[in-house]
């Protein structure tokens, strides 16, 4: 195994991890700015006003995305799995 190869593998990983975080996180990121501009312009500082909406958001774009997110993880694992023989010898 090369340097070069583990190189390849960490850099496929990060990318799919990316992905699969920035699924999630850019939802709940345009909530909390939407109710942060709310609660700016009606001066109401409600800490569950802001944490609802994103857990909200955040599990409904889980089960809308899940599929595809497992989807993609398993893809990855499958075609690492696979190269094992390629990258030993």
């Known amino acids: 195994m090369t340097p070069e190869s583990v190189l390849t593998i960490f850099q496929?990983?990060?990318e799919v991890i990316l992905v699969l975080i920035l699924?999630?996180?850019i939802p709940a990121l345009l909530?909390?700015?939407m109710v942060s501009m709310f609660q700016a312009a009606t001066q109401i500082n409600e800490m569950t006003l802001s944490f609802i909406p994103k857990l909200i958001v955040t599990l409904v774009t889980l089960m809308i995305a899940g599929p595809w997110m497992?989807?993609?993880?398993l893809e990855y694992t499958d075609r690492l799995i696979r190269d094992i023989?390629?990258?030993i010898g």
């Open 23 to 25: 699924v999630v996180l």
């Open 31 to 33: 909530v909390g700015l």
């Open 12 to 14: 496929h990983a990060l």
């Open 70 to 73: 497992l989807r993609l993880l």
């Open 85 to 87: 023989p390629y990258l």
